[in-house]
């Protein structure tokens, strides 16, 4: 692997450690990080996940709906940290 290859590779993954989401664009960042390191398109996982991978998109992309809206509200007004990390094996 060249340089350019570790740097394009680091910018594209980031570091595995546990992500905290506060917003639907950390969420969205946490999705897309975990989708990449599993090895899957958005069509893979939008299919194992039962959904439309355009909407898997908007996700990853940090669109705001409203039952993200409602979740985050929700977790603040619980005084509540959401953290996704995975399983260790």
Do not use: W
Request: hydrophobic content about 40%; aromatic content about 6%.
């Amino acid at each position: 692997m060249t340089t350019a290859d570790t740097t394009k590779a680091s910018q594209s993954i980031p570091d595995p450690k546990p992500f905290r989401i506060y917003t639907p664009a950390s969420l969205g960042a946490a999705i897309r990080h975990y989708r990449l390191e599993a090895g899957l398109t958005q069509a893979q996982l939008a299919a194992k996940a039962g959904m439309d991978r355009s909407y898997l998109s908007q996700l990853e992309n940090g669109l705001e709906t409203e039952q993200l809206r409602k979740l985050f509200s929700l977790v603040r007004a619980l005084g509540l940290k959401v953290t996704l990390m995975r399983e260790s094996g």
